[in-house]
């Protein structure tokens, strides 16, 4: 569990950093700036959950157990949903997208919450 949750996390970071490129220097001249500003917060919590998913990874070696787990499970979901529902908006206009985005930042919040478990517990 420990390589995979890096993996997805180095991978995520990549992700991330490809897309703050893109925003900065693809979309900078399409997306008016309310929307570009929505873009860039996606990748800057992609980022920030890349590198939970790394203290995850590490969580799982020192402290396996289902908190460590949960932990990492809930950055990827939170990714997916959060960072993915900002991209989404803010390349498409549809703003309804965004009712969706607090499900993933509660995902987020219950990934830092297990991995204080895994650290309490281990």
């Not at 498409?92 to 509660?106: D, I, K, N, Q, Y």
């Amino acid at each position: 569990m420990d390589r995979l949750f890096f993996a997805l996390g180095a991978l995520s970071a990549l992700i991330s950093v490809a897309a703050g490129a893109f925003g900065a220097h693809a979309l900078k001249a399409r997306l008016p700036p309310d929307l570009l500003a929505i873009f860039e917060t996606g990748a800057r919590y992609q980022m920030y959950h890349a590198l939970g998913l790394l203290a995850a990874a590490w969580a799982w070696a020192r402290w396996p157990g289902g908190a460590a787990a949960a932990g990492g499970w809930l950055f990827v979901a939170g990714t997916l949903v959060f960072a993915g529902s900002l991209y989404a908006l803010s390349l498409s206009g549809v703003r309804w997208l965004g009712a969706v985005t607090p499900v993933g930042g509660f995902c987020f919040l219950g990934g830092w919450l297990a991995l204080a478990l895994a650290a309490m517990r281990g």
